[in-house]
């Protein structure tokens, strides 16, 4: 096993409660829209395209709450995680 790798692994088990509610406001979105797309099907006309455009088609609620869960666990959530793991670095010093 690598030290690289056991670092990682240790440096994710530490991290703060606000660092992990963070990180998990991602992955929680996309199974809420997956969750909202299971309760109610007839939202995703994707099912049922019958005379429908390709706005209707591509912009369904519950894709989109799942696309933003997605975009804010890749692309948001890593630049907050490691603002707040430094300010709270520094206050511990």
């Known amino acids: 096993m690598s030290t690289q790798v056991a670092t990682e692994i240790s440096a994710i088990a530490h991290r703060s409660i606000r660092a992990r509610a963070i990180a998990s406001l991602g992955p929680l979105t ?29 912009v369904e609620p519950p894709l989109l709450v799942v696309l933003v869960g997605v975009v804010f666990q890749l692309l948001i959530a890593p630049g907050v995680i490691s603002d707040l793991e430094e300010v709270e670095d520094a206050a511990a010093r």
């Open 30 to 58: 996309v199974v809420g829209g997956a969750v909202w797309a299971i309760l109610q099907p007839y939202r995703i006309t994707l099912l049922h395209p019958h005379g429908q455009g390709f706005w209707w088609l591509a």
